[in-house]
């Protein structure tokens, strides 16, 4: 049985839907006897795996996990380059080492934050996606190819609006494209690259900026260490606290937190 690369990628783009669909899509369906209830999101994902085979027929048992499991192994790479965890996590990874703290947060403390705020920032995204295209399939109202359009132009608009027009010049130049009559128009393949282009920039002109407030407190107490000849002793431990009391003293987190979600605002 011959499955088509573009209903791979249609199926990879409906499982992230329905992994990141806000929990009151299960509530904002009708209530009904079970054996009307409309299809939920493991009951869209088997249909669709059903669609996928072309001529009706489901796949078998095994082609199924087979199929499930490609879908896992692209979900992180999905979650990393289309939304805003890219720019959080690369701004927060900044402010660690700006503060002088190796493994404070931890790894595991950072990438929590990153995930749970990135799911703030692509909330209206997400309830876009749950109302315009899981809930519309999971009652029959449309088809497999209409979802995943619904969706992916979600999506699109999100980047698109994150996306500098130098970052998108830039790949349409290495893509032989001369342009586009409107932005809902670029593909993918360009768009993708750009919006990843683009995060990075910001992220680290973000970061710079936190970066600078500690870079000073360094310099002033290295030049207060070297005025006094104490030349021995290592800057960072007796500016470590002076950065950490400053950082709790302007309620850090929340001014850092804030301005990433800020940050996404257009």
Request: hydrophobic share 55%.
């Amino acid at each position: 049985m011959r499955i088509k690369f573009t209903y791979f990628w249609a199926m990879v783009a409906l499982a992230v839907s329905a992994l990141v669909a806000d929990p009151a899509f299960a509530q904002a369906l009708p209530a009904a006897e079970p054996a009307a209830a409309p299809a939920g999101a493991s009951e869209a994902l088997e249909r669709a795996l059903d669609d996928v085979s072309g001529d009706g027929q489901p796949l078998s048992v095994t082609l199924q996990i087979l199929i499930v499991m490609g879908l896992l192994t692209v979900l992180p790479s999905i979650v990393l380059m289309m939304t805003s965890f890219t720019r959080i996590i690369i701004v927060l990874s900044i402010l660690r080492h700006a503060l002088g703290l190796q493994q404070t947060p931890p790894n595991q403390v950072l990438i929590g934050l990153s995930l749970f705020l990135s799911m703030f920032v692509m909330a209206p995204s997400i309830e876009q996606i749950n109302q315009q295209a899981i809930e519309p399939y999971s009652s029959d109202q449309i088809t497999l190819t209409e979802a995943i359009d619904r969706s992916g132009k979600v999506m699109h608009s999100f980047m698109a609006k994150q996306t500098r027009q130098s970052d998108l010049r830039l790949f349409m130049d290495l893509a032989n494209e001369e342009g586009f009559e409107t932005t809902e128009d670029i593909p993918f393949s360009i768009m993708l690259p750009a919006f990843v282009t683009s995060e990075l920039k910001t992220a680290f002109q973000i970061g710079f900026l936190i970066f600078l407030p500690f870079l000073i407190i360094d310099l002033v107490v290295a030049a207060v260490l070297m005025a006094l000849g104490m030349m021995m002793l290592s800057p960072v431990i007796i500016s470590m606290p002076f950065k950490l009391l400053l950082f709790v003293l302007v309620d850090g987190w929340a001014l850092t937190m804030g301005s990433l979600a800020a940050s996404f605002a257009k």
